[in-house]
């Protein structure tokens, strides 16, 4: 039964959403604080020593860590103890392999300013982020300030690394030589697939300023002799030979004709047989039930002049457009679709 239908319409779905930025906060605040890092080292800390040791106020202390609690981003045992769950154990300390704090630093950072302009984006549709001041490309905004650029590549890996695990199980790489990442940024997608399949090589292609970074991570994935990085202009230059090309997050910055010059360079790249990967949060076909693909896409209003999310259908038709032979459509974790495209 929808609302319309319901004899008793309650208010509390509606101020549960309006005010879902309440919750989300508190979250990103314990992220910036670093809190569930510091936890895990020191194992579970009663209120007052936890907060001396963040420098947090007493006042707020209290109903921060117990909103946490009861928001299940933190345990609390009967000693009054406050400690990491094990998701958050898993996935919000820094330096472990499935960190995606580095997601929420950058929203934190930089969204949640930035969505506070959603109604203007909505009435001019430009962008509201750096890029506002009218710069073309948003990319170069971020890349200029170090300290974004090494938040926002390392905030890819934490939404990318368990898409890539599921693509490293689905589509069959035992045939496959050489996968080149295009607009790989850190490399957190690559790492997965050359750690799961051994006998793969690896190009990481994205703009010079990445190089460093992804180099880096590469070292310390221990895959320095495997990925190596190729600097370029995917729309100005060539792509690199591989026989299996990913586009990650990359198809939803781009507008419909920028999208569509992609993927006929992907085609064009690729050997016959070569297969192009697209995984982004692809939208339900109906266009009515993945909200989170189609907030991904509002957050591209307010991030790229022209980027939008788009159907499973949508790709693999622009595919078929380009000239693939094969399309199909996968369903992966975290929302997201892969997108398989054979020449
Ligand atoms: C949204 S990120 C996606 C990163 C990664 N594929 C993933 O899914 O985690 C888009 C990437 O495209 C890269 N990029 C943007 N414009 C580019 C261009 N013109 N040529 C090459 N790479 C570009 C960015 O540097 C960034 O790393």
Redesign the pocket.
């Known amino acids: 039964m929808d609302a319309a239908e319901d004899p008793a319409p309650s208010p509390d779905a509606i101020l549960q959403l309006g005010l879902g930025f309440w919750g989300s906060k508190v979250l990103l605040s314990a992220v910036e604080l670093g809190l569930h890092t510091h936890l895990a080292e020191t194992g579970p800390l009663p209120a007052l020593v936890l907060g001396t040791q963040l420098g947090l106020h007493p006042r707020g202390l209290y109903d921060f860590l117990d909103a946490l609690v009861a928001l299940g981003m933190l345990r609390r045992d009967a000693a009054g103890r406050y400690g990491n769950t094990p998701a958050t154990n898993a996935f919000l300390v820094r330096g472990r392999p499935g960190y995606v704090g580095g997601l929420l630093e950058m929203a934190n950072l930089r969204l949640y300013p930035f969505w506070d302009r959603l109604t203007t984006a909505l009435r001019t549709g430009r962008p509201q982020n750096e890029a506002a001041d009218g710069r073309p490309d948003p ?1 170069s905004a971020i890349y200029a300030d170090p300290a974004a650029l090494q938040a926002f ?1 390392a905030g ?2 934490g ?2 690394r368990p898409v890539a695990r599921a693509i490293a199980d689905a589509f069959p790489f035992a045939d496959r030589r050489c996968v080149a ?1 295009i ?3 850190q490399g ?2 690559l790492a997965e697939l050359l750690r799961a399949h051994p006998h793969l090589t690896g190009i990481g ?3 010079p300023a ?1 190089r460093p970074v992804f180099e880096a991570f590469a070292a310390g994935q221990g895959l320095a002799g495997r990925a190596r990085f190729v600097a ?4 100005a230059d060539p792509l690199p030979a591989a026989d299996v090309l990913v586009m ?3 198809l939803h ?1 781009w507008d419909l004709d920028q999208k569509l010059a992609l993927l006929r360079k992907a085609h064009a790249a690729l050997p016959p047989g070569g297969a192009l990967l697209v995984y982004d949060a692809m939208i339900d076909d109906a266009r009515r039930e993945h909200a989170f693909g189609l907030l991904m896409s509002l957050n591209m209003l307010i991030e790229t002049p022209g980027g939008f999310d788009y159907t499973g259908a949508d790709c693999r038709r622009w595919m078929a457009e380009a000239g693939f032979a094969e399309t199909r459509l996968l369903p992966l974790p975290g929302s997201h679709s892969l997108a398989i495209g054979i020449r």
Do not use: E, K, R, Y
């Open positions: 990319f590549l890819m890996t939404v990318s990442d607009g790989c940024a957190g997608c292609f994205d703009l990445v370029g202009n995917f729309f990650g997050h990359v910055d």
